[in-house]
């Protein structure tokens, strides 16, 4: 099999569609690189002495662990110095990152998730890094959070790594959706999964069930149908699936198909969801979407959203078309 290496597929795509610029490039590189440092470190484990609490909290009030910290080091660290971004923000920061004035500035802005699925961690269940890239507004001088308050029909780039059995890297750059697998022993990418796309029809759904009693009205619907198996509406046995790292969850989603909801609920009716919408739902729901699925809060199409602020929450519903529109179809009853 001739190998196709991350930066091979970066250049042939910018040679055939014009689509990803050299800054856009390194970009890409460069995160590609900081995942394979945290990849590496997740694969120590105890032996690196990387598990458990960081003893701090996060700006949304949640406990941080060490690897959650250490993987936000090593994403700011590898991106501040090549000249190809403007600032970045992280769900483990409270206000953005502009790059430092020691560094000369480009025109992107990056945002991620560092550390997916924060409570797998310590258990040795998949996890991941989410990844988000918009372009600067033009004219702006000094970042501020407003630059980053875009839909994420503006991103120009999206992407998510798993740590799990095999670390593997999706990406999207606005055609299509690639996978490449971390070849340890050379240290490289290597495309492994050309034009992924997400089956239309499934037979899996995944959401925290723990959370029914808090359900609104259109979810508690949509379960109870899917729940009812062969002998309710839907008229065939539906399987669950949680794995409770998002990365993971929509890595399956996008190999054989299916359904995850984070809905809102009833718990906190001010809040919308648990999931944000900056560094997890559009990164996400654009990746869904090049690959042929959809994802939408329960009324509308995630990326047509107006973030408010950085750190919003969103309800999620994302991955084959004719589960999402279904369950959407409900609220919008
Ligand atoms: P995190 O960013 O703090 O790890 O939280 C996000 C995670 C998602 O990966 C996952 O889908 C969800 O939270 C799991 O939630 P729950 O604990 O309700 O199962
Ligand atoms: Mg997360």
Not at 261 to 274: L, S, V
């Amino acid at each position: 099999m001739k190998r196709v290496s991350l930066t091979q597929y970066l250049v042939e795509e910018q040679r055939l569609h014009n689509s990803i610029p050299a800054e856009l490039r390194l970009l890409i590189e460069v995160v590609a690189r900081a995942c394979k440092t945290i990849s590496h470190a997740v694969s120590k484990g105890a032996l690196g002495e990387v598990l458990g609490s960081a003893g701090s909290e996060n700006v949304q009030g949640e406990v941080q662990k060490k690897l959650d910290v250490l993987s936000n080091e090593i994403l700011l660290e590898a991106n501040e110095w090549g000249g190809h971004l403007a600032a970045m923000a992280s769900e483990e920061m409270e206000t953005i990152h502009p790059i430092p004035n020691r560094y000369p500035k480009g025109e992107y802005m990056l945002l991620f998730d560092p550390l997916d699925g924060s409570s797998n961690i310590d258990v040795n269940v998949s996890i991941g890094t989410i990844f988000s890239v918009l372009k600067a507004p033009e004219g702006m001088k000094e970042p501020t959070e407003k630059d980053f308050l875009q839909p994420g029909s503006k991103q120009v780039a999206a992407g998510y790594a798993v740590y799990g059995p095999q670390t593997v890297l999706v990406l999207t750059t606005g055609d299509g959706v690639n996978c490449f697998t971390l070849d340890r022993e050379m240290g490289s990418w290597v495309l492994t999964e050309r034009d992924m796309k997400v089956p239309e029809e499934t037979k899996e759904y995944a959401i925290n069930a723990s959370n029914a009693r808090h359900w609104y009205p259109p979810v508690k619907r949509y379960i109870d149908e899917l729940q009812a198996g062969d002998t309710g509406p839907r008229g065939k046995n539906f399987n669950m699936r949680w794995i409770a790292s998002m990365v993971a969850d929509v890595h399956r989603i996008l190999n054989r198909g299916g359904i995850f909801m984070y809905p809102a609920d009833a718990r906190e009716p001010d809040k919308p969801g648990k999931l944000r919408l900056m560094y997890e739902a559009n990164p996400m729901a654009f990746l869904i979407e090049q690959a042929g699925g959809a994802a939408t809060n329960g009324k509308q199409r995630i990326l047509d959203i107006q973030p408010g602020k950085l750190h919003e929450r969103v309800a999620v519903f994302l991955g084959s078309k004719s589960e999402v529109e279904r369950v959407t179809s409900y609220h919008n009853e």
